[in-house]
């Protein structure tokens, strides 16, 4: 008995709720043309991706998702190989983290808090397989500072992520 409740509600939600659903994708469709596609709202000043930057230098959308793809690709192909070759944990871990932050065009500049991970792993790395060179530890501190600056210029928009 309680399968068909259950299904008698997802029925009910599908017809009743269905204008709901078409208003849902045709405001995503203006929002992805509108917003993303189109740079209204100075969406791609809170946008530290590649994407972002060749649009706002005045890119065509086929341009600027073939410059994002030059960056992602290689990010992706990296951390694939790491994983392949059985890479320390702690390394597949942060590079997993960041390509997964790379590959997408739309990514806005809070999201740069995700970075944290990546800088917790290679820290326990470092730790747990002998310490760092100074060009590690220099390395670290950058990443670990990175999403200031692009914080900072939600103030100031006309500079951009």
Same mark, same amino acid.
């Given at each position: ?109 809070? !999201? /740069? #808090? @995700? ?6 792993? *290679?820290? $326990?790395?470092?730790?747990?397989? %002998? ?9 670290? !501190? /950058? #990443? @670990? ?6 914080? *900072?210029? $939600?103030?100031?928009?006309?500079? %951009?992520?």
């Amino acid at each position: 008995m309680a399968v068909t409740g259950v299904l008698f509600c997802i029925v009910t939600e599908l017809v009743f709720g269905l204008p709901l659903w078409f208003k849902f994708f045709d405001t995503l469709l203006w929002f992805n043309t509108t917003i993303v596609h189109n740079g209204e709202g100075g969406i791609w000043c809170a946008m530290p991706t590649v994407f972002a930057l060749a649009r706002r230098m005045g890119a065509s959308l086929l341009a600027a998702c073939a410059l994002h793809a030059a960056v992602a690709v290689p990010a992706v192909l990296a951390t694939a190989i790491l994983r392949a070759c059985r890479a320390w944990f702690a390394k597949r871990c942060a590079a997993t983290v960041v390509s997964t932050l790379l590959v997408q065009p739309y990514f806005i500049y809070y !999201g /740069l #808090a @995700w970075l944290i991970l990546p800088v917790i792993y *290679l820290c $326990v790395d470092g730790r747990v397989h %002998g310490g760092w060179a100074r060009v590690e530890r220099l390395i670290i !501190g /950058l #990443a @670990w500072v990175l999403p200031l600056p692009a914080f *900072l210029t $939600v103030f100031k928009p006309s500079i %951009g992520q």
